[in-house]
């Protein structure tokens, strides 16, 4: 059921960037919002960086200067361009599909309006 697959998590030192990818099968993303999500041990899971079918983007607050989203059509691919990791950025972080926002952006960053979930991949920053 419109699977999700995230790759290129890893472990590594702060100021140090990654750029894990989203990758589905069965259907493509521009028919679709997708969105990263992160969750460190004991925290509540959070929105972290969206693009809607739009093009529309949205950004949490701690990773709005640092991270980029960016749908590669080509490739069928939805990835996530982190750079200056910090600690903090420590979490599985998965990627998460839903229909159409429309125009409701307030969802675009909120865990329970998606449907479809990845595994998740591992990030882990140390200093």
């Known amino acids: 059921q419109l699977p999700l697959v995230e790759s290129g998590g890893g472990s590594v030192q702060v100021g140090w960037s990654l750029r894990p990818s989203c990758a589905a099968s069965?259907?493509?993303?521009?028919?679709?919002?997708v969105c990263w999500f992160r969750q460190a041990p004991g925290k509540v899971r959070v929105g972290v960086a969206g693009r809607d079918e739009s093009g529309l983007t949205r950004y949490s607050d701690s990773v709005r200067l640092r991270f980029t989203v960016s749908r590669d059509n080509a490739k069928n691919t939805l990835d996530l361009q982190m750079s200056d990791l910090k600690p903090e950025d420590t979490a599985m972080y998965y990627c998460a599909a839903r229909q159409k926002l429309q125009g409701q952006w307030w969802l675009l960053l909120q865990p329970d309006s998606y449907n479809y979930w990845g595994h998740g991949t591992q990030v882990t920053v140390s200093s």
């Open positions: 069965g259907y493509t993303f521009i028919h679709y919002c």
